[in-house]
């Protein structure tokens, strides 16, 4: 019997990471979960941050883990949220705090920027979704506030870059990540070095744009050392959304994907950047994806208001509970703006639900049936909007949407979706992002012909669930 080849995906997201091991087998791609561990945000120096040793730390220990099993992988892959990054100084050491997106030091970076651009202009330079915490407003409030860093900088790296550069020493910018920056231009498919001049930004900081499938390096002998063997790292897309696109199981023209997790991002494929001003006033973005792809979508607070609420109710309530609970409110009329500020990091979703109706002259829910079922319903509008808009910007009807990704296990609020959208709607694979990370390093050892096929092997590898229109328990 043949050896089994393994390759391992490690997956980070804002609330955990894990380590999922990958392989091969009778024509299916198989997984398995053999590391998992917690990622939170901390406040340090008057800002939320992210604790990246402590995440450094948890890489190692994961990859340890397939020593102690002995699956030891042909390559490697880390793949986290976006935006976020660091800068390094000559030496390669840190310079400052790793400052989390959901941190308010960007608030009035935006004016900053379109002093020096317009906000129209940038756009048509990019075609990246305004949202205030984009690495472009980030960087300006650096230069605003601690403009020293800049200075001391060599190096830009976004966050599993820098991950990748601790295991191999080799410092590597990878595409699909970038340009969640809003400093990659979109018909060039580089940085913006006339953007990042006009913006007073050290360009040199920036280093040569790679993709999905590139290799990075071999362990450092230390990390070999430490982990009991030696393998390659190779580049997944780095940016999550990016893998988990990739492992959408679908190849039709005809299908939206919704990617549900902590974020909802809810769009299609395609090979050609809207950058137009209708396309910017609906705040739709053109992430790069898999081999020079557009992900056209729009990007959506999504699950993160209900583990939110889930922290902050008194009960621990499992997920059938949660959705008991909305079935319960279901009489509630009262919605949100699921993308207002308010909801991103408030000291109390609860608190930020309830002003929110208040402000607006709606009831104000009370129960947590009838808070939950808010939400809930909020965010199947608000999907329901976008579908509407991507067939306005587009001209095309779409019959289908795919929901991948953790948040495909909400059975409740795939329901609604299913009836507030009135199209057909199928949930999984679940674990999305890690078996996009997978088949990047797969179709790197030429396990697939490309992308079409390995799709088509996800889609035979993974439960993936027609969702009934109705709510019922």
Known sequence: MAQRKYYLAIDIGASSGRHILGWLENGKIRIEEIYRFENKLVRKNGHLCWDIEHL???????????????????????????????????EGKLLGDTVAYRDSRTRGMD????????????????????????SIYQLMAIKKT???????????????????????????????????????????????????EKLGLPTKIFGKLHMPKDVVGS???????????????????????????????????DAIFLSSGTWSLMGIERLIPDCTEKSRE????????????????????????????????????????????????????????????????????????????REHGQEVPETEGEILYCVYMSLARCYAQTVAEIEELTGKTYSR????????QDKFLNALLATETGKEV??????????GNL???????????????????????????PVEGKLSF
């Not at 860093?149 to 295991?167: C, G, K, R, S, V």
Request: aromatic share 12%; glycine share 6%.
């Open 56 to 90: 450094f730390n948890e890489v190692k220990a994961g990859i340890k883990e397939c020593g102690k099993l002995n699956r030891i992988p042909a390559s490697l892959s880390i793949d986290t949220w976006g935006v976020d990054f660091v800068l390094l100084d000559k």
């Open 111 to 134: 004016e900053e920027v379109y002093r020096v651009i317009g906000e129209s202009e940038l756009y048509s330079r990019n075609g990246i979704q305004k949202q205030l915490f984009n």
């Open 146 to 196: 601690q403009p020293e860093l800049l200075a001391q900088a060599e190096h830009f790296l976004m966050i599993p870059e820098y991950l990748h550069y601790l295991l191999t020493g080799q410092m590597v910018n990878e595409y699909t990540n970038a340009t969640t920056t809003q400093l990659v231009n979109a018909e060039t498919q580089d940085w913006d070095y006339e953007l990042l």
């Open 219 to 253: 362990l450092t002998a230390e990390i070999a050392n430490e982990a009991g063997f030696q393998t390659e790292v190779v580049l997944p897309a780095t940016h999550d959304t990016g893998a988990a696109v990739m492992a959408v199981p679908t190849s039709a023209e």
């Open 282 to 357: 609906h705040n739709f973005t053109n992430e790069g994806g898999y081999h020079y792809r557009y992900r056209y979508l729009k990007n959506i607070m999504g699950m993160w208001m209900m583990q939110s609420l889930r922290r902050e109710f008194k009960h621990k309530y499992t997920f059938e509970e949660l959705y008991q609970l909305a079935y319960i409110g279901r009489y509630f009329t009262s919605v949100v703006n699921v993308n207002d500020d308010r909801f991103l990091a408030p000291e109390s979703m609860i608190g930020a639900i309830k002003d929110y109706c």
């Open 401 to 408: 949407i795919h929901v991948v990704g953790g948040g495909c």
């Open 426 to 435: 199928y949930a999984g694979p679940i674990e999305a992002t890690a078996v």
């Open 439 to 465: 088949m990047a390093q797969m179709l790197k050892d030429n396990c697939f012909a490309d992308l079409h096929e390995a799709r088509q092997v996800v889609a035979k590898s993974f439960a993936v669930s």
